[in-house]
């Protein structure tokens, strides 16, 4: 029996994405999913609703850039994150690894247009896609402090396809499309499905990842669907490790303690890892549909801190940068009266410290002790962390007389919950546990939309829309166990307070904070003749915590040929602070100079922070201007797009800001507990305004060749990024070189798409043009420079058999082009090979295989 709802020609019912067939031969390029019925079928162009509230149109006549990528297209590489993914189809999209980064190991930012994560709006079926709970303390200084929504759970089985508006669109949908707007469409076939299988690893041996995916397309009666997906993966860890010399040094002086190597610097392992997308619709009549989608996810991981020197960690082993031994007193902690029989100094500036006499002596008397005792060679902390994210959206749209309708309503949520191993909590002593719960983060959003749409007869017609929208978003912090944050009774001796290397939340930490806001929002679109199509936005937004903002937005677009035309938009833009940022508490190990110092994140209004100069966060605005145009002959499609953004009162981390000792005794005035523990404090503030502008390039042409059909695309980005104006006493001139030069300014990616029956091939030529390299945000010579340019290159070879039946092997990185190494002084220091702020994959070449079945 024919399925009423799927003879609607596959319309979605939720994001509005159609495909029309092309009368003629033009091919959208393959960052623009084009794609195939069955054999001998026309090419059909996918059309997206992103962009514009009027009804939705292809790419060649879109006013603003859009890229529209395919489910098969995200397929065609080895990785499975989503993430990966895209870098290799969206120009000026990019991503960076973080091997060490405490939370923020567990969800990797992303640029598009060189802004950070939450400058991008992440819709999955036309509807805002919540934060993720962890924010990138370090995020390679463009990211620094972003919290963006997690888009690695979303798996390419669930999607249709993907929509990537570049260009900013606050005045449409509000909050954080100030570089653009990615819009995430879900499958919603009502027959059919897959199931596949991917496997691989590095070639260094390890990494191996393994994939399992699965969709099915149902019917829900005649009238509607249910689009079901599930993927569960696993990855081990990698390593591109050395052993420091300072460990090695101490293991060659007899300590038979020492780990080799020390320090574990590569991916984190991943464990089950798991999500479930459900997607369906239903037509009540033939005016009235309702939806609804979702999603459950969950994974683990556990990653790698850096070494902890017996001999020379602050606060831990030593108060002297590794003279002498820090060594605690059990009479002077228990009740005041010192009662160490130890009067001198151990000195710890020796090739091993347990080998000698003082050592021995102090430690034989039993109200001495040194850390020592329990890690005798040191430590690497390793960071455990479970994301769990779940959504829900539900609506009901159609038709009232001469209008079209949605209303929807939706909640999100994101939690991480945190753990610390193999580690310390120095200031309780021998009696320290070893591992910790720390507390988690959660993020929760709810969102409620109305939206209205008439196309008027008027001139060659004039699309209307306009719509409300009402949100609440909540950031929690939730306590840790008591033995991961207390100040022990050796803290007033000078050893440090909580797990050391992730301190966990105190009660004065935990806590939750909420903040709700409503939009309303106008937008008008109307072709004046037959070459102009003109638009106009205007939305005002209302926050229960900072105020109203109204923003505006103008595009224009001229056919001066059938084949060519020029289009333009002007638009002003405002991304809030997001109620984590304006709360969020963290101590996190940074390195500077080569050596690790514990820093303090607070609220921009905690007395730490408000005492170096925090204030109340306010929203960052943003003027952007931009001008393309559009050019399609046969089959040969081309666009080029300049563009310009603004952004002034720039919200971000700022840099390390030193803890004063002359600063101690206003600091316990204030109410800061043990400030001599902290080495410096970081906070989020509106401290510096830039310019960012660049140039993308999107190209495709289709020809026959070697007797198959050929597709060659070109996604080219250039992206140049300039502080104007920053607060010297928050933002340091290293951070405003990462923010500057941190990504590459040149990203190209130049595809072979070839097939032949029953076989394809696809090969990818990815260029990153140089860039500031550095390594754990150390912007001293000693620990950064300029990195070169490199080509990596991705192949992928498939063969289907029985129609249904589909085996690939392929591999990233084919010719394993190695990334940028660090400087031959600080290799060792830092246990690792490769800087970690690179554009690709600093594990080198990566191979695979995959099966999959189509039913």
Known sequence: MTNKYKSKVGLSSLSLAVSIALSGTAMIPQAFAADETDAGADKIEKIAVVGSRAAPRSVGESPVPIDIISSDDLKKNGSTDMIDMLVTSVPSFNSRAQPISDAATLIRPVNLRGLPSDSTLILVNGKRRHRASVIAFQGGGINDGAQGPDISVIPSAALKQV?????????????????????????????????????????????????????????????????????????????????????????????????????????????????????????????????????????????????????????????????????????????????????????????????????????????????????????????????????????????????????????????????????????????????????????????????????????????????????????????GEESSWIAGPYAAQGFNIGSHGFKGFGPESAGKNDRSNIGIYADVEAYLGDRWLLGGALRYEDFSTFGDTLNYKLTAQYSATDDLSFRASHSTGFRAPTVGQENVVNTQTSIVNGDLIQTFI????????AYYGGEVLKPEESISYALGAVYEYGDFFLTVDYYNIEVTGRIAQSSQIEVKAEDYDDLRAAGVEFPELISAVTYYTNDFDTTTQGVDIVGSYDTELLAGDTNFSLAYGWTDTNVDKFDEETTDLGKVRRLEDGIPAHRATLTWAQSWDDFNMNLRANYFGEYYATHADDTSDWGSEMASSAVTVDLELSYTVMESLTFAIGANNLFDQEAQKLKDGTLGELGAVYYESGPFDYNGGYYYGKINYRF
Request: with cysteine; glycine share 10%.
């Open 163 to 479: 929509e990537v508006l570049r260009d900013g669109a606050a005045a449409q949908y509000g909050s954080d499309a100030i570089a653009g707007v990615m819009n995430f469409v879900l499958n919603d076939s009502a027959s059919g499905g897959s199931i596949s299988a991917t496997q691989g690893q590095y070639y260094e041996g390890d990494g191996t990842s393994t994939t399992i995916d699965a969709n099915i397309g149902l019917p829900l009666t005649d009238d509607g669907f249910i689009n079901l997906t599930g993927q569960y993966k696993t990855a081990d860890a990698t390593s591109r490790s050395v052993q420091r010399p300072d460990a090695a040094g101490i293991a060659a002086a007899g300590n038979t303690y020492i780990e080799d190597p020390a320090q574990v610097w590569g991916n984190p392992e991943i464990n089950d890892d798991y999500t479930i997308f459900a997607n369906l619709g239903y037509d009540i009549n033939d005016n009235h549909r309702i939806y609804a989608f979702g999603n459950v996810s969950s994974r683990e991981a556990v990653g790698g801190f850096y070494y902890r020197n017996p001999h020379n960690r602050g606060n831990v082993y030593s108060l002297d940068e590794g003279q002498t031994l820090l060594v605690g007193d059990v009479g002077l902690a228990t009740n005041g009266v010192a009662t160490c029989s130890w009067v001198g100094n151990v000195a710890a500036n020796v090739p091993n410290v347990l080998d000698t006499a003082d050592y021995q002596a102090m430690v034989a008397d039993d109200n001495c002790f040194s850390m020592n005792q329990i890690r005798p060679g040191g430590y690497t902390p390793q960071f455990a962390g479970t994301v769990e994210d779940m959504s829900f959206f539900a609506g009901i749209k159609g038709q009232f007389a001469e209008w079209d309708y949605d209303a929807s309503a939706g909640t999100g949520a994101n939690k991480s919950t945190f753990s610390l191993r193999n580690s310390l909590n120095p200031s309780l002593g021998l009696d320290t546990p070893t591992d910790f719960d720390t507390g988690a983060y959660e993020q929760v959003e709810t969102t409620v939309n109305l939206d209205f749409s008439r196309l008027f007869d008027i001139a060659n017609g004039l699309n209307f829309a306009t719509g409300f929208e009402w949100r609440e978003e909540s950031f929690e912090i939730t306590q």
């Open 602 to 609: 607070a609220p921009p209004t905690d007395p730490l922070a």
